[in-house]
């Protein structure tokens, strides 16, 4: 069991930077792939980084390619997404996810969800 609460969402300027924490708790977390999805008000979740357990190789949405870093500290089992260069589309309720396995892109694989952060872009 892999539990995930998320922090560091907020309002925030067009053009400005947050970065979001994932802290997990369970012993087999180490063993999991993390990522970060989103929803946008009337909008189905959206993937958006993920980083691998293994190797630590990243993948990102194109549409946050280049302004979005995600990283993760083992050592203090926490998922970390750096979020620059922000535009009022980012808007939305981030959430962090976890997958025993090879990470997806799709929701219905994912295997734990926090209850998510929101962040508010405005122009």
């Known amino acids: 069991q892999v539990q995930l609460v998320e922090s560091g969402g907020g309002l925030v300027q067009a053009g400005g930077s947050l970065r979001l924490s994932c802290a997990a708790s369970g012993r087999t977390y180490s063993g999991y792939d993390m990522g970060w999805f989103r929803q946008a008000p009337g909008k189905e979740r959206e993937f958006v980084a993920a980083?691998?357990?293994?190797?630590?190789?990243?993948y990102y949405a194109d549409s946050v390619k280049g302004r979005f870093t995600i990283s993760r500290d083992n050592a203090k089992i926490t998922v970390y997404l750096q979020m620059n260069s922000l535009k009022p589309e980012d808007t939305a309720v981030y959430y962090c996810?976890?997958?025993?396995?090879?990470?997806?892109?799709?929701?219905?694989?994912?295997?734990?969800w926090g209850k998510g952060t929101l962040v508010t872009v405005s122009s």
């Open positions: 980083i691998r357990r293994s190797d630590y190789r990243t």
């Open positions: 996810a976890a997958r025993n396995g090879a990470f997806t892109v799709v929701v219905g694989t994912i295997d734990y």
